[in-house]
């Protein structure tokens, strides 16, 4: 699990998903926003449509989580991620790879 300050707030997150730019990849959609500090903070949106047990929901949102904890680059972006349902598929590694692929074509088009 990420530190709580690398987490988004509430208000922070509605602000991310009403004004942040928008990527959409096959397994999960992405709204980001520069932010004003050093480090990027982050949310996993998972809704009852992606799956109705709430235990594998949260066991995505930890996937991602972790896959997120891994990777030490610092972007100053809030980030968003919205998993659809074919993400429920894939493996821990596979959602790392993933996840790690999106966040670097994110710092790309930052850049």
Not at 1 to 16: E, G, H, S
Not at 71 to 93: C, V, W, Y
Request: glycine share 4%; net charge positive; hydrophobic share 40%.
């Amino acid at each position: 699990m990420l530190p709580k300050f690398r987490r988004l707030t509430r208000r922070d997150l509605n602000i991310c998903n009403n004004t942040g730019k928008t990527l959409r990849l096959p397994n999960f959609w992405i709204k980001y926003l520069p932010n004003n500090i050093k480090y990027s903070r982050f949310g996993v949106v998972t809704s009852t449509k992606l799956a109705k047990s709430a235990v594998i929901r949260n066991k995505l949102r930890r996937n991602i989580f972790k896959a997120i904890g891994n990777r030490q680059q610092a972007l100053g972006t809030d980030i968003l991620f919205f998993p659809q349902k074919s993400m429920l598929n894939l493996e821990h590694e596979e959602i790392g790879i993933v996840v790690n692929k999106a966040l670097s074509e994110i710092s790309n088009q930052s850049a």
